[in-house]
């Protein structure tokens, strides 16, 4: 399918719930990291592709607040291809262009991840063709706990007036502080649930839940829907004039 460069009302920021990697190795009889490893695999084509749908920031949901339920094989195995993955791909996304950020509460990842996930930030710091935000330790609700426990602080030390909180006070104290809010959520796999992904963010977000598993997410999946999105009318609780 062609890419169109210029496409009208491309969706600014997309954001995705990378689900069904370990569907996709079991039905090939395979063990689920194999399914984790072709997944990450498909993370290099979709942040290349972005510049020609006209989607300027992606953010992926890599690992949330409830995946430390998963086996300690699979936990292990998943923060090993996150290390891989940062040392490997460092400097192909300085090169290209891409910004990447963290979002997700660090505290509980080891130490050498957190610091290879800072280092990165730092390469990056100054590229701006594609913002590339990768979720880890992310949790909706943690989050939103977070920043108020923060803000509360703030409103303790006499810093900031509760009566001028609002809702964009509170996203000042959100991870996603520095992006726009997602105009398009995109969950692959069939499965039709938000699971605790960029919940405050989202409150206006289209979403398009496709059967398609991850690894199997390609390129021109990827243009179909945003292809999808364009047609859409999005009206923010308002009627169309
Ligand atoms: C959900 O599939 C996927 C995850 C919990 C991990 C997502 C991670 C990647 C795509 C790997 C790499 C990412 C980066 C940034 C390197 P699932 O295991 O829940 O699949 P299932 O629903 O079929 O079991």
Redesign the pocket.
Known sequence: MALDSNAKNAPEHVAI??????????SRGKP?LF??????R??REVVEACPDLGVKYLT?????TE?WK?TQV?VAG?MS??R???TK?ARALKDEGVRVRFIGDRVRLDHKLQSLMDELEQLTETNDRVHLT?A?NYGGRDEVARATKRLAQDVAAGQVDPETVDGETLARYLDTHVLPDPDLVIRT?G?ARISNFLLWQSAYAEYEFIDT???DFSRDVFAKVIAGYCKRDRRYGGVKV
């Open positions: 719930i990378m689900d069904g990697n370990g569907r996709w190795a079991q689920r399914g984790h490893h072709a997944g990450a498909r993370v992926i949901f890599a690992f949330s995946n998963r699979e998943l291809l996150f891989r993955y940062i791909e990768i880890l796999s499965e598993m991850w690894p």
